[in-house]
C-alpha cells in the first residue's frame, strides 16, 4: 500500500522534471519558454494520446496546440474523462514553447459533456499512530510464508487496518503472533492509496514502531 502513495510522490516529481527539461530544451533549440498559470481555460478535445505501449490513454490534445496531461493517478483511468469532441475547462500550469505549442499539467479539470471531473489531491504526509490496543484479527504472509504484518482491530471498532512489521520477525515476536492476541500497536500511518482494488482491502497501513503484548515490548525502530 504504501508503495502506490511513493509510486504518485514520483509521478508529480517526474511531470515536474519533464516539463522543467523540455523548456531548457526548447530555450537552447527554439527560442524563450513562458510559464503561466491557467485558470478556468476552455477547449476541445481533439484527440487522445497514448502512453508508449499504446495500452492507455495518457493525456488529450485540445484544439491543435495544447496537451492536457494529468499529473496524479486517475482512479479509472484518463480515458473516463474526456473523448475528441467534448468541451472541456482545464486550470494548471502551463509551459508555451518557442513553436506556439503547449503543455498543460492539470490541476482542475471538468469535462462540460460528460460532466466527468479531475481535481488534483493535495500531497498527504504520513502521520503518527498512537498507541492503540486492539486485537490481531488475521496474519499476513509473503510469498516465501514468513509473517510480513498483521489485520488489526482496534478496541471498540470494527475497521480494521493493516500493521506492517517487515522485515521478519525475530523468534521473541514471532512466538507473540497470534490471531485473537491482544497488541498495543504505535507507528507511522501511511495515506491511503489512491485507488484501492475493489474487494476486502485494508485502507490503512501502519507501519509499526513498537507492538507491546501484555508486558514485552517490541521495538522497530523507524524505516523499517
Do not use: W
Not at 117 to 127: F, G, I, N
Not at 141 to 162: E, H, M, V
Not at 200 to 211: E, F, G, M, N, T
Amino acid at each position: 500500500m504504501r508503495r502506490m502513495n511513493r509510486f504518485d510522490v514520483l509521478r508529480v516529481g517526474l511531470c515536474a522534471g519533464i516539463l522543467a527539461g523540455a523548456a531548457f530544451g526548447a530555450t537552447a533549440d527554439n527560442g524563450p519558454v513562458t510559464t503561466t498559470t491557467v485558470t478556468g481555460a476552455t477547449g476541445m478535445i481533439e484527440q487522445v494520446n497514448y502512453n508508449e505501449s499504446g495500452a492507455s490513454v495518457q493525456s488529450f490534445l485540445v484544439g491543435t496546440n495544447i496537451v492536457l496531461s494529468f499529473p496524479t493517478t486517475v482512479c479509472a483511468g484518463v480515458a473516463s474523462l474526456g473523448a475528441p469532441g467534448n468541451s472541456v475547462t482545464y486550470s494548471g500550469t502551463s509551459v508555451t514553447f518557442g513553436s506556439g505549442f503547449q503543455s498543460v499539467i492539470v490541476t482542475s479539470f471538468t469535462n462540460n459533456t460528460t460532466k466527468a471531473t479531475y481535481t488534483e489531491p493535495s500531497p498527504v504526509k504520513p502521520s503518527l499512530y498512537p498507541a492503540t490496543a486492539g486485537v490481531i484479527s488475521q496474519l499476513n504472509y509473503d510469498p516465501t510464508g514468513a509473517i510480513d504484518g498483521f489485520l488489526f482491530t482496534p478496541t471498540g471498532s470494527s475497521t480494521k487496518l493493516f500493521v506492517d512489521i517487515s522485515p521478519h520477525p525475530g523468534a521473541t515476536l514471532a512466538a507473540l503472533l497470534k490471531v485473537g492476541a491482544a497488541v498495543t500497536v504505535a507507528g507511522i500511518m501511511e495515506p491511503a492509496v489512491a485507488c484501492p482494488p475493489a474487494g476486502s482491502v485494508a485502507q490503512v497501513d501502519v507501519d509499526a514502531s513498537s507492538l507491546t503484548f501484555g508486558t514485552t515490548t517490541i521495538n522497530f525502530g523507524h524505516g523499517h
